[in-house]
């Protein structure tokens, strides 16, 4: 039973990895004696947003979100916040769940010098809320602003290749960017949540005087409660935005929100996880819309200290996971079987690596050979956030038969963030990054800040120099499939799946969509009322 | 009486300063830090060490102490370091919010378990005396989530009676207002509510069984001025003494009660300033609640001074 138990997540993972057809798997799952209820595999099919339809305008949406702490966007990194940002203040460009871009206060750009340069043109006739227009001047104090080290901003560390005096105007409405390095995704980083445009005199007090060019002025905010926006009527974007205002009920905790939803006192949850989510699958009236994304939780082992400093090791760690049957119990199969390495199948670049499958037996051989054969024990820190706790539990029971020992230290998540990268194995949340090499370059480069299993590896940092630099999406495809092909092998951390990103709403919400980041455009919502 | 008024302000006085000493000393203990809870896990270190200093975070406690006393003195209570906000409108807005709720809940409850305690003891033993007390046990005994959800799922979502969320728009009137609070001030009732009654009941059932009670129904006084003068006064002050207890924790305590009904007081303001290291706001909050705390403890305490001779008398003397 137990073999054919393996043999069974095997296909499943197959299916997930989309190697195999479902009508593959269900004849060799049939070929196995094990006949699939179609309940599992016959969800419906991924929706991304609620529908489009012909917009409505007028109308207030209220929205229930999680937390916030400053909503300065030059500091901000809450959840709340950002959704509360988002509203007011608008990036150059607008990555779709696609990943395509969308011009929003650019509407071209273009890369020279192999990708070291980037002219960026401008939207013309925008206006800031105050009234006054917005221009290459604004974009220019905005970007030195994040990267300025005076300001303390969280961006600095995604935009480390960008240098204040790199940002020039060249004219009223083109701005260059040179960078120290070539990066061939440039205008991704223009779309981190830190980046939004905000007048060239702003001084630090967004909660007191909130300025951008959005679809929506901030009316009202309180700190632990909300905000309350109106419509800006001179919006570039005519005739958007439809609402006529939104509020932003920030809560502390999910129940409350979903209760609020049920009852119509609020008509969107902006950000939800699968274990909360339950109750708007089975409620008829709510929509659950969801977006694939590069969010993964990342297993990493300290390479720099027994008993991880032995690559066999790491490697019997891997073949422990049964990563289908993780993405069905702990995701209600609301993910992608991962492989060990962040380029999520999200991302445009194509990897080309066969998919690693539980193995418990090779594992113990590997264990034996680096002088482990009774396994031995170790800590495995996490904390109290989404579902790394039980993600934790489940590899501890999925490590045992191969003899590692785990103890769980499941700490407050402040705690756990003050040592995660000292700790000897650390399971780790990651959210998306509008480009893999950006994860890449922070949690796996050797000289990374967040090098959580300190993996000192030349041949990366080479792979990934050049897989940052290129320009061209075969190449970097191509090179792509070898850092996967290097991470794999070597599995500095497990990344057992790439989880979806859920947001619901009521029926009359239409023109919403779910988003791989938790971003929260409503520029073409609308209330079918 | 003012004697005792005057050194009860003066107690009051050094509690505030100790409590306000003690956070200090403490919030170096606490896990975390806050430069870092800020700009998140992924911040570069450079950026974190920034806003530490600029924050004044990275200076020993006692120093962040003189400023903050010096502050304090001149009106000045600081900036939460999470919010970037002054700290005494956000504490002094929440803390009328969570009076408004904790003053609700005790209009409602005091007189309804006093009313049942009395009715309960005159009939120990009684089918009405045992029906409160079951159930006034059973509700009492469910956390304020199960009861509260439960309350939700009922009048909220099924019967569609209520609001769900406590807050009532902006603009709303003092009916509509007093609407939103119901749901929270019956979870509030029913949790509190046994204990009070027992308490109510075990000490009327004492002063009905004393000499003085006696003597009152023997010298031909009615029942009901009986109860008034001779029983209550003899059996309210623990309850009061109780409730004034509880004071403390209606108003800064309710952190689950406050996430659920979407009821954002002192006590959630107190637990996301403990939980993100935002001293300013933590000692805010903090003096505020131990603020109300001690307050509540003497109103009761000088309400049995009105309801007992013995006391004031001593007092004068």
């Known amino acids: 039973m137990e073999a054919r138990g393996s043999a069974l997540s095997r296909l499943l993972a197959e299916h997930a990895a989309g190697r195999l057809s479902r009508r593959g798997l269900l004849k060799a799952a049939a070929g196995l004696g094990i006949f699939l209820a179609a309940g599992p595999l016959g969800r419906p099919a991924l929706a991304q947003g609620t529908p489009q339809g012909t917009p ?11 937390p916030a702490t400053t909503i300065d966007p030059v500091k901000l990194n809450s959840p709340g916040a950002i959704g509360i940002v988002q509203q007011v ?13 969308r011009p929003v206060l650019a509407t071209r750009w273009e890369p020279s010098e192999g990708g070291r340069v980037w002219t960026f043109e401008l939207r013309r006739d925008v206006r800031f809320h105050d009234g006054r227009p ?7 104090a905005s970007f030195r602003r994040l990267v300025d080290p005076e300001s303390a901003s969280p961006a600095a560390g995604a935009l480390s290749f960008l240098k204040p005096d790199g940002v020039t105007a060249v004219d009223d409405h083109t701005v260059r960017f040179a960078l120290d390095r070539p990066i061939g995704d440039f205008p991704y980083f223009t779309h981190i949540y830190n980046a939004v445009i905000l007048p060239a005199d702003y001084a630090g007090n967004f909660a007191e005087k909130p ?6 002025r901030l009316v009202s905010y309180r700190p632990q409660e909300g905000a309350v926006f109106e419509r800006n009527p001179d919006y570039w974007d005519q005739p958007k935005p439809y609402l006529d205002r939104v509020e932003i009920q920030l809560h502390e905790t999910p129940q409350p929100q979903i209760l609020a939803l049920q009852s119509g006192a609020v008509q969107v949850v902006q950000q939800l996880t699968w274990l909360d989510a339950r109750p708007v699958v089975d409620d008829a009236g709510l929509v659950l819309i969801e977006a694939e994304s590069g969010d993964h939780r990342q297993l990493a082992m300290r390479t720099d200290m027994a008993p991880f400093d032995d690559v066999r090791v790491r490697r019997a760690v ?9 993405v069905e119990g702990l995701l209600g199969g609301r993910a992608s079987v991962g492989n060990d390495h962040p380029i999520a199948p999200i991302y445009p670049e194509r990897i080309d690596l066969a998919q690693r499958s539980p193995d418990i037996e090779q594992a113990r051989a590997l264990l034996a050979e680096a002088g482990y054969p009774d396994g031995f024990e170790v800590d495995l820190h996490t904390h109290q956030l989404l579902e790394l706790p039980r993600h934790a539990a489940l590899a501890q029971q999925m490590l045992a038969p191969a003899g590692i020992r785990v103890n769980l230290k499941v700490e407050p998540s402040n705690l756990y963030y003050g040592h995660w990268t000292e700790v000897p194995m650390g399971l780790t949340e990651w959210t998306s990054r509008p480009v893999p090499a950006l994860i890449l370059a922070q949690s796996f480069r050797s000289d990374a800040e967040w090098n959580a299993a300190h993996w000192k590896n030349q041949r990366f940092d080479d792979l990934l120099a050049r897989f940052e630099a290129e320009t061209d999406l075969g190449k970097r495809s191509a090179t792509g499939t070898e850092i996967a092909a290097l991470m794999n092998e070597e599995v500095p951390a497990v990344i057992a799946y790439f989880v979806r990103t859920l947001r619901a709403a009521r029926g009359e919400v239409k023109g919403l969509e779910a988003s791989m980041s938790n971003y929260l455009d409503l520029s073409g919502t609308w209330l079918d009322a | 009486m003012l004697r005792f008024a005057a050194r009860r302000t003066i107690l009051l006085a050094a509690t505030l300063a100790l409590a306000s000493v003690l956070v200090f000393a403490l919030t170096d203990l606490l896990p975390g830090d806050v430069g870092r809870i800020i700009l998140g896990p992924f911040a570069p270190q450079d950026a974190v060490d920034r806003l530490n200093h600029e924050l004044g975070a990275d200076r020993p406690a006692a120093r962040r102490y003189v400023d903050w006393m010096a502050g304090v003195l001149r009106g000045d209570w600081g900036r939460s370091h999470a919010f970037d906000t002054p700290v005494l409108p956000l504490v002094a807005g929440r803390l009328g919010r969570s009076l408004v709720l904790a003053g609700a809940a005790l209009v409602i409850l005091v007189p309804l378990s006093v009313a049942a305690g009395v009715a309960a003891a005159r009939r120990e033993g009684g089918p009405l005396d045992r029906a409160l007390t079951v159930a006034g046990l059973a509700v009492g005994a469910l956390p304020e989530f199960v009861t509260g959800v439960f309350l939700i799922l009922i009048f909220g979502l099924w019967l569609e009676l209520l609001p769900i969320q406590a807050l009532a728009p902006d603009g709303a009137g003092a009916l509509q207002r007093a609407a939103h609070l119901v749901m929270p001030v019956a979870c509030l009732s029913l949790l509190l509510f046994a204990y009070l009654f027992r308490m109510t009941r075990a000490s009327v059932i004492e002063a009905l069984a004393s000499d003085y009670t006696r003597t009152a129904v023997l010298k031909g006084l009615p029942e009901r001025v009986v109860i008034r003068r001779h029983v209550l006064r003899n059996a309210l002050p623990p309850t009061l003494a109780v409730a004034g207890a509880q004071l403390g924790w209606l108003v800064g305590g309710l952190v689950v009660v406050e996430t659920l009904f979407k009821y ?31 307050l509540g403890n003497l109103a009761a305490d000088l309400l049995h001074a009105v309801l007992d001779p013995r006391l004031r008398h001593a007092d004068a003397a």
Do not use: Q, W
């Open chain 1, 211 to 216: 300025v951008g060019t959005g679809p929506f």
């Open chain 1, 318 to 326: 891997a073949l422990c996971f049964d990563r289908a049957a993780m």
């Open chain 2, 264 to 294: 954002p007081g002192i006590g959630s303001l107190l637990h996301f300033a403990a939980t993100n290291k935002d001293l300013p706001l933590l000692v805010g909050c903090v003096i505020a609640v131990t603020g109300v705390f001690a």
């Open chain 1, 89 to 101: 203040a608008e990036y150059l460009v607008y990555a779709e769940p696609d990943l395509s871009l």
């Open chain 1, 134 to 140: 917005m221009t290459a001047a604004d974009v220019v």
């Open chain 1, 56 to 66: 409505k305008r007028g109308g207030t949406l209220k929205i229930a979100a999680p």
